[in-house]
């Protein structure tokens, strides 16, 4: 297990750590029954994410991201870290080894993290190529979009693996546009890939917001190719809260008390087409299976002598990208790679984030999402399950009860989930990353990532 993101050491984590509430209706400016049960929270720097109106929580978190003045992505190029050059693991006698050469290569660059994609490179790229060069239909032009590219390493790694082993005349019409919400990223990912002249005429950088429909255009029916590197694990998610184990979700909204100064939670009944298409996509498997009414009595009976609190993280910014590119574009390929698990997680819930800061050299991980103050990574593990669910209801191919009449008919799509071990067996060239005595940081630790890839079928009923 390696939390991948931590920029010391000591870090490193091997093993898993592993009110009542009426349901009125929603009143703002109140304080009174629809009003918090966590104790307060002094976040000064973060009551200026919320303004005078109260704000789900996936727009306090997206704001504390990547708000541009404030947001943890847009104001510190230095988030996303460069390695000046590849490690070369052959000669590095074991794991020690290799972590005396991190160690060292955090000091230098004080840099808060390095993600896979840098640390293995050019190979983990040069992988996800060869996963492309063997799916993708050569008989049209290669066409490759990344969503968050960070520096520009994978873009660089793929183009330079496609230069060297794909037929000329796919290298030489292939377009590879960058999706990048932070423009200081922007600007790197631009100088990384012009490294290579040849690149350069095939390569562009658009600064936006990928969730955003409007930045994408008309829809384009041709086949391409949707790469997300760690991208899930930063898009916003939401909050949904439950007073007991029987008691209805409520969505959870943030709001400034009257000091100005802290902030709470705030819970309404569901409302929001996000949160409630989401956890409808989540229980629509478990549809058949209601319960008993037996059980249904002893769970009210055990919620009442035992009543506990339910937090659930819902994955509402995925949904939202998701929904865009699938409409964007219909036919592409899809390979994303993210954390399915995180150690030692402090912040309460299902599929819970942790939020992760540098002061002094030195990281440490907040106990409450509130305190996010845009020097903090906001993180979530993704669960590659709801995952795949999300990408059949957003290819038109998985119905809701709501939606069943719905004239969207998405076809089937071939998917599968495969441990980073996997994947990088099968497409990469594991020698590469392999130490002298035989360990292979990529395949070894790298324990709590995964791949999912997506395409789409059209020969399938
Ligand atoms: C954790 S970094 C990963 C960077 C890179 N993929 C890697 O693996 O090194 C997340 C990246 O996603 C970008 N990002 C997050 N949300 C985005 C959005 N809505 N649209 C475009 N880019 C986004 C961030 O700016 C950043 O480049």
Sequence with gaps: MFRWRSPRLTALRRT??????????????????????????????????????????????????????HGYFSQRSGSVGVLESSIKFNKLEGRKDYIKQLDKIYRQ?????????????PWYAHGIAEAIMRTANFSVPLKIYEIG????????????????????RVYNSMTYISVEISPSLAKIQRETVGEVLSHSSKFRVECRDATDRSGWGDCQEQPCWVIMLEVLDNLPHDLIYAENQISPWMEVWIEKQNDR?????????????????????????????????????ADTLWSKIFPRPRRCW??????????????????MSLIASDFSYLPDVRIPGERAPLVSTKKDGRSSDYNSYLDAKGDADIFFPTDFWLLERIDHFCSGWLKLHEDASSSKHGKKRRTITLDTSSFMEEFGL???????????PLL???????????????NLK
């Design 16 to 69: 898993p750590a592993a009110k009542h509430l009426l349901p009125l209706l929603f009143c703002p400016h109140q304080v009174g029954p629809c009003e918090v049960s966590t104790p307060p929270l002094h976040a000064p720097f973060s009551t200026r994410i919320v303004g005078d109106e109260p704000v789900l929580v996936r727009d306090f978190i997206r704001s504390a991201l990547y708000d541009p003045k």
């Design 314 to 331: 819902l994955p509402t910014g995925c949904l939202k990208l998701l929904e865009v590119v699938h409409d964007a574009l219909p036919k």
């Design 444 to 458: 070894d630790d790298f324990k709590n990532t995964k791949f999912y890839l997506s395409v789409p079928t059209h």
């Design 430 to 440: 594991p020698s590469r990353t392999r130490t002298k005595d035989g360990y292979n």
């Design 261 to 297: 100064e802290t902030l709470t939670e705030l819970y309404k009944p569901l409302e929001d087409p996000l949160i409630k298409n989401c956890l409808e996509i989540m229980n629509s498997a478990n549809k058949q299976a209601s319960p008993s009414s037996v059980r249904l009595i």
């Design 109 to 121: 660059s004080d840099i808060s993290w390095f993600t896979p994609v840098e640390l293995f490179k």
């Design 149 to 168: 590219g960070g520096s520009g390493t994978c873009a660089k790694g793929i183009m330079d693996y496609m230069k060297l082993n794909a037929p000329e």
